[in-house]
């Protein structure tokens, strides 16, 4: 061959390529007739028939920079590579330990090749920012971006387990676990929906079982639903997701929360049957099959199958996206309305204001209002986060620094927005696993904006003007990358300190209508900074630090702070509010309780806004236990702020109080879905599921609880549910697993959970040295409160053991070396009159704090009922015992009451209560820190007796 | 150990200045570092079969650069020193190989767990390296872009870049010169 030959055959070859497959015989044919050379002519015809190799040949040897970590290298620092675990498209996934925190993460690195190519990056920081926009437990948890050597890696957490795909090349899956599995994937993608995502690929090697939870990987593919701005990432009508379980939409190009819910349902079906039913022909066939013909998918369901998943699954997997339901919630909701009615009533509650409309109608509307919002501001809609950045004071007079709080005090009056709280910054900062102390700054805000789901973010810049100051504000609008979409500024000019809160109430009010919220309400709720904080500035600025220190966690650095605010303005009730909460957390509860009562009287007299009115009358109620009362003032907030995350969880702890325990689970699970699992709604979901017994559920919300780092509160739930279901080994584990804990408070709930469990399995012994060792140690923390809390527990079982002098010198000490907290008096009261000392019980009552409440009458009776019963009155026992029983919380095990009818010679009632007791796990644990060892245990003695 | 920024960027310096025995001594450098690293990974049980031949290339342009990315134009001269450097490696290996096998010696290079792991090149790298000495003949730029890109892992652009022509060139080149050598291989 010569290069002039080569040059030659290089054009002839082009020429022939550029023709389609089925032209080029005849091309070759007339360049045969037109080149002479018969041997060029056949090098040609070699050359075309390899032109089209498979695509593998001569592929770059591979050099995915990923594969360049091995084990015990170390990513950016910290992240130490353990094993490569798959290895994908764009990248690799590794196991590996984050050194800092000592957990196991997953690392996906991008490879070089890609990291290069800016399309499929933009794809991938797009698959963290909107993965991060979603906390589920269905949904795969995003920590981390960074970048290792000029490529890209985000850290995740590592699941343990085998893809769906995986696992259906082994068989169909069981019944019983297909539908927990469907209600998962659809819990995830409901999520999802809610945070306006659509999956866009949803497959079974998308979908991971890590043990019995499904979770939801890859929303690389995934956008925000109706977002103009991304249509450039994808072009219109360019094949997005797997043919394979494609929506037939999907084939034209177009996709909504929709086509997610059919290609779900695909799953499902696929999931049960042994094999794929469609015929091959590859999945481009198969999807255009389904886009023209119906198919009715029931007949690929097995007769188990329940039929209101059966009817639901079939009108998910309808051609026509309008006949499928809206998206993944109401894919749940269908499911469980003929089961449960409570639900749908109370989601409609929870939501509020919005009337009830047709399904037709709410798509017709839907369409048009999301259109319509889209085109205007993607961001505005009720219910948006707004977050106030700490302001920037440059006056040179700290007593300004407390301009935040007002401006965040004014903001949270609005019914649309969401003010976040502060308090939520040093949780947030850990979670992003930045430096807490250190102040952050307009980055870390929008970053913390973009982690916490805000829409708009605040800045604030006060400095001197002349004779006043000038105030500069900033309200950014954010979307789902750290820079803002949008930004609005105003500069207000105050010519003095009071006409500093006209600025700020001017500001607030801008800030409102520029997010959408209507006039009506921007007049209804429209009190002035220094109406519903304080008219001092001083004592607002001593408030803010005070917000600052306990964020920080100083929670004992605050109280002199807080106390500082309250001399300067005696009716400061937001400072009062706050104050009682840090005083009640500390076990001082008769201050506390003095704080909250004298903010609630504060609140009452118009002192504050309408939102922290009702959130200070619902918290105190709430805290003396009077669940009546709070359950109304409660469900005014739900309905006056539909959008206030808080209200919801907390009328659903009132009802619970009320043993309302059905609308209790429905509420705390519609605010889940709503707003996003926290640590206190999960929490409060788990203690709503666990007093119906409904155990299988509560493990996903314990992961949810883990994902939000609220480590010791998980294995706390683990513990009890291990215990609930007699598996006492288990919860010993998590127990000892707490009382391991470098935090001598958690370390010592951890003992006294342990000797709960130990006593509730008959291991009286083991639970009174726990108990014995946990005093020591507690005492050596310098944990007196908790330490006189298992003087009383340890006293009241020596008191069981017959051992009665000791019983009685334990409730003693218990009451000298712990402050005498009302439920120590309460305990030690109790001891001391069932061991004889009535006497000394009647001088304990004396000191009982003079508290009004349900709390706190309910332990009056108590101490009155068991002295009567030591008196030998069991009569007049049995009367103020039952009254307490009647004002006491429902889950309470009240073993008083059966203790008393017992010794009254009621034997059948005291049966039916100790049987009550010793049917219903969950009693003990619902408020453990209030328990006595063994009481359900003693239950059971009593009732074989 | 590994050569540093600091020397590899005084090479490439001089190289962009002209001189040519700069490129020889980088050259030389690289090729050292390439068969330092492959013979360290090789002792290393645990990643043995995690080891590929541009992932060497990789990591050497890392180590060097790691802190400090080069501009594209030193980053494409850098690459394709390398991707030679990669290609005179795997091909002595390869030799190296046959002739123990045929002389039945089998103690001083275990380098075969590195290309058993992709059973795909074992046999064609040392094909393609002498397909491409035939090709280099007639048309020595094609020879050229099938090296960068198959023993280096250069992207079209890179390439280009570094060859100072079009992209749609390098993509007609390659078309080309793939089909040949796939006819070549498969003959």
């Known amino acids: 061959m010569t290069p002039e030959q080569w040059k030659k055959l290089q054009e002839l070859f082009e020429e022939v390529t550029q023709k389609p497959p089925q032209e080029r015989e005849t091309a070759l044919q007339r360049v045969a007739e037109a080149v002479p050379d018969p041997s060029l002519v056949e090098e040609l015809r070699r050359l075309i028939e390899h032109s089209e190799p498979d695509p593998e040949f001569l592929r770059p040897i591979q050099g995915l920079g990923a594969e360049t970590l091995r084990p015990g290298d170390v990513i950016a620092g910290r992240f130490e590579i353990v094993r490569l675990i798959s290895r994908g498209g764009m990248g690799a996934v590794f196991e590996a330990v984050d050194r800092k925190l000592g957990e196991p993460v997953a690392i996906k690195v991008i490879a070089p090749e890609y990291a290069r190519d800016r399309k499929l990056l933009e794809r991938f920081l797009r698959e963290v920012q909107i993965a991060r926009r979603v906390s589920h437990p269905n949904i795969c948890r995003i920590h981390d971006l960074g970048e290792h050597a000029g490529a890209p890696y985000l850290t995740m957490e590592l699941l ?78 360019m094949l997005v997701g797997t043919l394979d379980w494609m929506a037939p939409e999907q084939l034209m190009g177009e996709h909504d929360e929709r086509s997610d819910v059919y290609s779900a349902a695909l799953i499902l079906v696929r999931m049960l049957k042994q094999k794929p039913w469609e015929n091959s022909g590859g999945g481009l066939v198969n999807a255009l099959r389904r886009a023209t013909s119906d198919t009715d998918f029931r007949k690929f369901l097995p007769p188990g199958v329940p039929a209101r998943w059966r009817s639901v699954l079939q009108r998910c997997l ?4 309008a006949r499928r339901p809206a998206n993944a919630r109401t894919v749940l909701d269908l499911v469980a309305r003929p089961r449960n009615m409570a639900a749908v009533s109370v989601s409609r509650f929870v939501q509020g204001r919005a009337p009830r409309i047709s399904a037709a109608i709410a798509f017709f509307l839907a369409l048009i209002f999301v259109g319509f919002r889209y085109l205007r501001h993607p961001g505005f809609q009720t219910g948006s986060l707004i977050m106030v950045a700490a302001a920037n004071n440059a006056t040179g007079e700290t007593r300004f ?16 927005l969401n003010v976040w709280d502060n308090q939520r910054l040093g949780e947030a900062l850990r979670l992003m696993r930045s430096d807490r102390a250190s102040r952050p700054d307009a980055k870390k805000w929008r970053e913390i904006a973009l982690r916490e789901h805000a829409t708009f973010l605040v800045f604030s810049t006060l400095s001197p003007l002349g004779d006043g100051y000038a105030l500069e504000v900033r309200a950014e609008e954010i979307g789902s990358a750290p820079e803002p979409v949008e930004s609005w500024d105003r500069t207000l000019h105050a010519t003095g300190p009071n006409a500093l809160f006209d600025a700020v109430h001017e500001v607030a009010r801008w800030i409102r209508s520029t997010a959408g919220e209507n006039a009506v309400d921007l007049s209804a709720y429209n009190r002035a900074p220094q109406d519903i904080t304080t008219s001092s500035w001083e004592a607002l600025q001593l408030f803010d630090e005070a917000q600052g220190l306990s964020a920080a966690g100083s ?95 907390l009328l659903a702890s009132a009802l619970l109080g009320q043993g309302h325990s059905d609308e209790a689970v429905a509420i705390a699970q519609s605010a889940q879905n709503r707003f996003g699992p926290t640590v206190f709604g999960t929490s409060i979901l788990i203690r709503a599921l666990a007093s119906q017994n409904r155990v299988a559920e509560i493990e996903p919300q314990i992961q949810a609880l883990e994902r939000l780092s609220a480590h010791s509160l998980a294995l706390m739930f683990r513990g009890m549910l291990a215990a609930m279901q007699e598996d006492y080994d288990s919860a010993a584990r998590a127990f000892r697993e707490l009382a391991a804990s470098p935090s001598a408070a958690v370390a010592s709930r951890g003992v006294g959970l342990l000797a709960i469990s130990e006593a509730d399995r008959g291991a009286l012994d083991v639970a009174r040295t726990i108990l014995r060792d946990g005093i020591t140690k507690d005492r050596a923390a310098g944990q007196e409160g908790l330490a006189s809390q298992k003087a009383v527990a340890l006293a009241f079982l020596e008191g069981q053991a017959g051992n009665k002098v000791s019983a009685r010198a334990l409730a003693e000490q218990a009451v000298s070396i712990g402050g005498a907290s009302p439920q120590v008096i309460l305990g030690s009261a109790t001891v001391l009159a069932r061991n004889g000392d009535a006497a000394g019980a009647a001088r304990l009552a004396k000191r009982f704090p003079s508290i009004a409440g349900p709390k706190f009458d309910v332990a009056r009776l108590r101490m009155d009922g068991e002295i009567a019963a030591a008196r030998g009155d069991y009569r007049k026992a049995v009367g103020l015992l039952e009254r307490a029983a009647q004002q006491d919380r429902a889950y309470d095990p009240r073993q008083y009451l059966a203790r008393a009818l017992d010794l009254a010679g009621d034997r059948d009632r005291a049966r039916l209560d100790y049987q009550r007791i010793a049917d219903t796990p969950w009693l003990i644990w619902d408020l453990v820190e209030e328990e006595w060892p063994g009481t359900r245990f003693f239950a059971k003695q009593h009732l074989k007796k | 150990m590994v050569s540093t920024r600091g020397e590899v960027s005084q090479l490439l310096e001089l190289i962009h200045e002209g001189d040519r025995s700069a490129e020889g001594r980088l050259f030389d450098l690289l090729y050292t570092d390439l068969r330092r690293m492959a013979a360290h990974q090789l002792r290393n049980e645990q990643s043995g079969h995690t080891l590929q031949p541009t992932a060497l290339v990789h990591e050497v342009y ?126």
């Open chain 1, 555 to 649: 929670d004992t650095e605050a109280i002199p702070v807080l106390e500082r605010a309250l001399q300067l303005d005696p009716e400061f009730a937001m400072a009062r509010m706050r104050l009682g909460d840090i005083l009640n957390a500390q076990y001082r509860s008769e201050e506390g309780f003095a704080n909250w009562r004298q903010a609630v009287d504060l609140a009452r007299r118009q002192h504050l806004s309408e939102h922290e009115r009702l959130s200070i009358e619902s918290r105190y109620a709430l805290e003396i236990r009077d669940f009546r009362n709070a359950e109304p003032v409660l469900r005014e907030w739900v309905s006056k702020f539909p959008n206030d995350p808080l209200a919801p969880r």
């Open chain 1, 401 to 416: 620094d407390g301009i935040t709080s007002a401006l965040r005090a004014d903001l949270a009056q609005s019914s649309d």
């Open chain 1, 318 to 321: 309808e051609r026509e996206p």
């Open chain 2, 62 to 187: 890392v180590r060097v650069f790691a802190h400090n990315p080069p501009e594209t134009r030193t980053r494409s001269h850098f690459m394709a020193l390398a991707a030679q450097g990669m290609r005179r490696f795997l091909v002595d290996h390869a030799r190296t190989r046959r002739a123990e096998k045929r002389g039945g010696r089998q103690e001083e290079l275990p380098l075969d767990r590195v290309f058993t792991y992709d059973a795909r090149k074992s046999g064609e790298f040392l094909a393609v390296h002498e397909a491409l000495e035939r090709l280099r003949q007639w048309d020595p730029r094609q020879s050229q872009i099938v090296e960068l890109r198959y023993f280096g892992g250069m992207s079209e652009e890179e390439i280009a870049e570094y060859l100072g022509i079009s992209s749609r060139t390098v993509k007609r080149d390659w078309a080309m010169a793939r089909a040949w050598l796939h006819a070549e291989l498969s003959a």
């Open chain 1, 160 to 237: 343990e387990g085998e893809t769906l795909a995986t696992r259906l090349e082994h068989g169909p899956v069981p019944l019983e676990e297909w539908e927990n599995l469907a209600r998962q994937l659809f819990d995830g993608l409901a999520a999802a929906h809610a945070a306006g995502i659509v999956h866009r690929d949803l497959k079974p090697s998308n979908l991971m079982l890590a043990g019995p939870r499904l979770v939801i990987l890859d929303f690389g593919l995934a956008r925000p639903v109706l977002n103009q701005e991304d249509r450039g990432l994808t072009h219109s009508g």
